[in-house]
């Protein structure tokens, strides 16, 4: 056998094993001394294993598992000797989420308003009924049949008596002139109780009025609207109807809608009525 092909085949089985290896003798020793005599004489004592100091063990690789028939195994997959083992993946941390904001309280629900009560001011009563006249009274009257329709639910505000179409009737809490009549004396339509006479010559009956509504103030806009006011009133003169009924008189609000003199005249009644 080839010598240089023993020791390569011998070379590639022990991957990784230290063999042994003949010293070449540094000088020529004389024959028939000690040392020729344990010196090998021929290739064949290679095969033989001399004594030798004991070999330290060599760690091997982890074992690599066998690939599946017709599928090599990837070199990427394959561990490097002494390599640290990959760790774990990391366990993503869901990102933090912001904490939603404390709900805006409500805010307080509003009062409903409160009606406004007009305070009257200190009139004059109302002068007598003329001879030959029959006066209505609060509790009887000839007229007590008349039919009227209202706008509003403030039984004890501000009675404002007109005698118009039923449609216009219906647009009259949007009339500016009224609205802002209200306003000046500190009232909005909402305050108040509009009435609406239904008999083209005929008044209301106090009587009449007094079984719905309680309020004892009153601004009619226009002619023979209230029965004891008919016979005992003067337009814009604010007066005293038994004691306890206030009332004004005045011209229709198509009128005074047009008119400064009226409106004026309207005005200082007003406010002898209301604000003195």
Known sequence: MDTAATLAFFQNFYTDAALYVVPEPTAATPAGSPEAAAAPTSAASLNSAPPAAPVPAT???????????????????????????????????????????????????????????????????????????????????????????????????????????????????????LNNLLKAIRLIVEDVVLVNVEHPSYPVALCSLRQHLAARQFLAFGKNLLDVAVYTTQPYEPVLLFGDTAFLGASEISMLEYDAGRKKQLWQAVQRMFMS
């Open 59 to 177: 760690p091997v690789a982890a074992a690599v598992p066998l690939a599946l028939p017709g599928k090599l195994p990837s070199l990427s997959s394959l561990p490097s000797v002494g390599a640290t083992p990959p760790s774990p993946p990391a366990t993503p941390v869901p990102a933090a989420v912001p904490a939603s904001p404390a709900p805006t309280p409500l805010p307080a629900a509003e009062a409903p308003r409160q009606a406004t009560t007009l305070t009257v001011a200190q009139l004059p009563a109302a002068a007598a009924a003329p001879a030959g006249r029959v006066q209505p009274t609060p509790t009887q009257s000839p007229v007590a049949h008349i039919p009227f329709s209202t706008l509003g639910s403030n039984a004890n505000g501000l009675i404002i008596l007109v005698r118009l179409p039923a449609e216009e009737f219906k647009k009259l809490p949007r009339n500016v002139f």
